[in-house]
């Protein structure tokens, strides 16, 4: 048997002020985590990037042809 679901706004307006507040925090608290980890993903992937033809590839090149 199957059923369906569906994601609706319905629940979010009927819930009270506290629970709309924990809700914020727990984003705000995510954010804070996965923001600095995307960027430093991001920096770490720009500055580690094989770029060009390194020592190794010339040298195995030079005895390998």
Known sequence: ???SHTHST???DSED???R???RR???LMAAV???VAL???IGLVLLWPSGTS???RAAAQYFP
Do not use: R
């Open 1 to 3: 048997m199957s059923h």
């Open 10 to 12: 319905a629940l979010a």
């Open 17 to 19: 002020p506290a629970q």
């Open 21 to 23: 507040a924990q809700q």
């Open 26 to 28: 727990a984003l705000k």
């Open 34 to 36: 996965l923001i600095p």
């Open 40 to 42: 430093t993903t991001v």
């Open 55 to 57: 020592d190794a590839e």
